[in-house]
């Protein structure tokens, strides 16, 4: 297997990454153990989670699943930002939340330490480098190792780059923005970024919400259990008469190669450039088992000629920045 370097540090992860988001909450922690256990026999050592998932339940699973020494093998990710209680402290980016939120999710992970302790969400109104300083902190403690953000506008990642830089302070090494096949938005602007200064992207949705698996075939049908069956905010702009016409194109592509087009959406993403590793977020080991094979796989510049065509470089036909509350973008699909 092709390990990668994750940012510019000197360690190597996986190429597809064990997203933990459905553990405790779609996923019962039996099934949890099987997918985390199956993973690590295939070669995955890079796991992400966050202290919001399953309301810090996806972090116990993961300190249970990975006791008895699996543990050091593992590049752990979390993340910190949304409300842990009712407590208005008890959120956010702020000094106070950052050292909170870190303590508890050592506890729930069973580990002194976590590899890259994540940004979840950018606080406009708390000044980056309140939030830098309290990070570097945890970094000089020995407690994080490394540090990253997700779902950040452009221009605060640079903002960031140069406070760090400014006041010697640890500085990102990687961004996890939304990033798929059916929105390449990130290509415009964020990843000749991160090829400048040596970021990794590992990226969330890289199937877009099972759109890119033919979850879907109508706007206005969505199967019960998944992931946009709910009917949230975000199905309209995600779910668009665009995104499953671009589908139909793409599973032919996916048909022609004699592979699933879940695992061709992971592997257009995968072989990106900039890109460290897309996130999986498996649901049961069905969905793991699909995905593996993808991180021997490699994308053909004929095949990544052909998907350009279906959707342009930089280009979207659906919206998965929906999500994120500094985006004033409007899309019509």
Known sequence: MEYRQLGRTGV????????AMNFGECTEEPEANRIIHKALDAGINFIDTSNSYGDGESERMLGKALA??????????????????????????????????????????????????????????????ETLRALDDLVHQGKVRYIGCTTYPTWMVMEALAISEQHNLAR????????NFLDRRIENELVPLALRYNLGLITWSPIGMGILAGRYQSVDLTPEGSRLGGGGPFVKGRLTPKSLLAFEKFAEVAQ??????????????????????????PRTEAHLEDALPVMDMHLDPETAG??????????????FHNSSRWSKMKLDF
């Open 12 to 19: 190597r992860v996986s190429p597809l990454c064990l997203g």
């Open 68 to 129: 008895n020494g699996k543990r050091e093998m593992i590049v752990l990710s979390s993340k910190f930002y949304f409300p842990q209680s009712e407590d208005p402290n008890d959120q956010g980016n702020s000094r106070r939340h950052v050292m909170q939120a870190l303590e508890d999710s050592l506890r729930r992970l069973n580990t002194d330490w976590i590899d890259l302790y994540q940004i979840h969400r950018p606080s406009m109104d708390i000044p980056q480098d």
């Open 172 to 179: 990102f090494i990687t961004v996890q923005p939304p990033y």
């Open 256 to 281: 022609d190669l004699e592979i699933t087009p879940s695992q061709l959406a992971l592997l257009w993403v995968k072989d990106q450039p900039a890109i460290v590793a897309p996130i999986i977020g």
């Open 306 to 319: 052909k998907l350009d065509q279906i959707v342009p470089p930089g280009s979207a036909v659906s919206d």
